[in-house]
T-cell receptor, first 113, second 112 residues
Framework: KQEVTQIPAALSVPEGENLVLNCSFT??????LQWFRQDPGKGLTSLLL?????REQTSGRLNASLDKSSGRSTLYIAASQPGDSATYLC????????????FGAGTQVVVTP | DGGITQSPKYLFRKEGQNVTLSCEQN?????MYWYRQDPGQGLRLIYY???????QKGDIAEGYSVSREKKESFPLTVTSAQKNPTAFYLC???????????FGDGTRLSIL
């Protein structure tokens, strides 16, 4: 059974620093990996989706890398801002699971002014 | 604007009562999903539907039921058999499996 782990559970950085968020998964037979953002009491917003054949995906200040063989993905957020404060979750879709996502517990990020 | 609407935002259940959470989407998506989120945990899949009139159990379906009679609607019923229903419930949709999922703003269910 696929297990997804996000370490650390919480992270606090001063404004302007780069954020590095980690996600690991136990089964490398994935179809894709997604990164989401969740604000308190809200639903999830999709940030980036990386197909299993891709090594990275970029959107603005966000860059996500994928190393399928080692079961790792990293989300980089450049020049963090207080508005980046939120919980970030990663989720993987297995090759035989038809879009069913397995989520990590998330990393809660606080960016201090 | 296209999106997913969940209602109500907050819901309270009495012992022995069934309650139904609403999820409506106007994205013309075929696939819809229900997840449960507990504090400090990731989301767990309750039920999913690939197409109208079809649905499948997820990882934690016991004590829940769903229907998919219309493409845009996927209501979730939390039955009295669910002994620990207090959680944040999230509905999502996608154009098909393995495509990005779009989420509603959730319903928070509590026990009276």
């Amino acid at each position: 059974k696929q297990e997804v782990t996000q370490i650390p559970a919480a992270l606090s950085v001063p404004e302007g620093e780069n954020l590095v968020l980690n996600c690991s998964f136990t089964d490398s037979a994935i179809y894709n990996l997604q990164w989401f953002r969740q604000d308190p009491g809200k639903g999830l917003t999709s940030l980036l989706l990386i197909q299993s054949s891709q090594r990275e995906q970029t959107s603005g200040r966000l860059n996500a890398s994928l190393d399928k063989s080692s079961g790792r993905s990293t989300l980089y957020i450049a020049a963090s801002q207080p508005g980046d404060s939120a919980t970030y979750l990663c989720a993987v879709s297995g090759t035989d699971s038809w879009g069913k996502l397995q989520f990590g517990a998330g990393t809660q990020v606080v960016v201090t002014p | 604007d296209g999106g997913i609407t969940q209602s109500p935002k907050y819901l309270f259940r009495k012992e022995g009562q069934n309650v139904t959470l609403s999820c409506e989407q106007n994205l013309n998506h075929d696939a819809m999903y229900w997840y449960r989120q507990d504090p400090g945990q990731g989301l767990r899949l309750i039920y999913y539907s690939q197409i109208v009139n079809d649905f499948q159990k997820g990882d934690i379906a016991e004590g829940y039921s769903v229907s998919r009679e219309k493409k845009e609607s996927f209501p979730l019923t939390v039955t009295s058999a669910q002994k620990n229903p207090t959680a944040f419930y999230l509905c999502a949709s996608s154009s098909e499996g393995n495509q990005p999922q779009h989420f509603g703003d959730g319903t928070r269910l509590s026990i009276l």
